[in-house]
Nanobody
Framework: QVQLVESGGGLVQAGGSLRLSCATA?????????LGWFRQAPGQQREFVAA????????TYADSVKGRFTVSRDNAKNSVYLQMNSLRHEDTAVYYC??????????????????WGQGTQVTVSS
């Protein structure tokens, strides 16, 4: 069992920045292909935000966040980060990190992820 813990959410004004973190609860390595970030706004389906390959650091982004969000990893700390800049009201959502276990699905497909964190709320006031 892998427990993922997100942190860093909060309330920010439009145009502001937040940095989300994701780590394993035990501090152990992810032992995975990579990590992904997803978000779910009230009344909407969960959607892909960004992903990073654990070994080579290749990144993938949703079109809606390209140029504003940056996903990165710190192998020594077994942590993944999501730097969110130029935040918009429509970025308001609960953000989840998840462990990717399969390349059968694209990085943006939830079916390729097995363990999920509990989520952290991001609220952007307009």
């Amino acid at each position: 069992q892998v427990q993922l813990v997100e942190s860093g959410g909060g309330l920010v004004q439009a145009g502001g920045s937040l940095r989300l973190s994701c780590a394993t609860a035990s501090g152990r390595t992810f032992s995975s292909l990579g990590l992904g970030w997803f978000r779910q706004a009230p009344g909407q389906q969960r959607e892909f935000v960004a992903a990073i390959n654990w070994n080579i650091g290749r990144t993938t982004y949703a079109d809606s966040v390209k140029g504003r969000f940056t996903v990165s990893r710190d192998n020594a700390k077994n942590s993944v980060y999501l730097q969110m800049n130029s935040l918009r009201h429509e970025d308001t959502a609960v953000y989840y990190c998840a462990r990717r276990f399969s390349t059968w699905y694209s990085a943006s497909d939830e079916r390729g992820y097995d363990y999920w964190g509990q989520g952290t709320q991001v609220t952007v006031s307009s």
